[in-house]
T-cell receptor, first 109, second 116 residues
Framework: GQNIDQPTEMTATEGAIVQINCTYQ??????LFWYQQHAGEAPTFLSY??LDGLEEKGRFSSFLSRSKGYSYLLLKELQMKDSASYLC??????????WGAGTKLIIKP | IAGITQAPTSQILAAGRRMTLRCTQD?????MYWYRQDLGLGLRLIHY???????GKGEVPDGYSVSRANTDDFPLTLASAVPSQTSVYFC???????????????FGEGSRLTVL
């Protein structure tokens, strides 16, 4: 079966750095996505990785290792507004997105 | 309208009733999707449509139906609601080219449905 694993919840301090991990087992791979979802709101796109390596976009970076079935989202200089759930999703061989359950990130002052 | 609009935003429904969740987009995206989101579970695909006139079943299609008469609208119907269909429903769209989709989904604000 297809499976996406990520931690249920993480806590970090304002101004610090946090890394959210995602491991996956899917039938085929056509890219890995990270989405941010604030409580009670819709998910919004953060990043896309299809090749191994690090993609940087401002305070957020995403890393992919296809051989290990592993990705992480790195958030730097954490702000209170970063408190949200972060969803990892993999596009399988049928170009459908398989979603993880999400990681709830709590930022403390 | 800007992006994707869903209606209603919230609804309480008696079991056995029929319900249609509406979804309209103005981005001219070919592909549209309906997901349900439940606590502790990832987004689960109910139905999708790669282009107007075509639809397909996702991971959890039972009890739901969809239609895609035109590019902009993609309504989701619960023919006879049951309590297990209590969930938050998200409509989404993406740009496609042939069988390829960019993968970046644009979501509506969600419809919170409670079936009693």
């Amino acid at each position: 079966g297809q499976n996406i694993d990520q931690p249920t919840e993480m806590t970090a301090t304002e101004g610090a750095i946090v890394q959210i991990n995602c491991t996956y087992q899917t039938s085929g791979f056509n890219g890995l996505f990270w989405y941010q979802q604030h409580a009670g709101e819709a998910p919004t796109f953060l990043s896309y990785n299809v090749l191994d390596g690090l993609e940087e976009k401002g305070r957020f970076s995403s890393f992919l290792s296809r051989s290990k079935g592993y990705s992480y989202l790195l958030l730097k200089e954490l702000q209170m507004k970063d408190s949200a759930s972060y969803l990892c999703a993999v596009m399988d061989s049928n170009y459908q997105l398989i979603w993880g359950a999400g990681t709830k990130l709590i930022i403390k002052p | 309208i800007a992006g994707i609009t869903q209606a209603p935003t919230s609804q309480i429904l008696a079991a056995g009733r029929r319900m249609t969740l509406r979804c309209t987009q103005d981005m001219r995206h070919n592909a549209m999707y309906w997901y349900r989101q439940d606590l502790g579970l990832g987004l689960r695909l109910i139905h999708y449509s790669n282009t107007a006139g075509t639809t397909g079943k996702g991971e959890v299609p039972d009890g739901y139906s969809v239609s895609r008469a035109n590019t902009d609208d993609f309504p989701l119907t619960l023919a006879s609601a049951v309590p297990s269909q209590t969930s938050v429903y998200f409509c989404a769209s993406s740009s496609t080219s042939g069988s390829w989709t960019t993968g970046e989904l644009f979501f509506g604000e969600g419809s919170r449905l409670t079936v009693l």
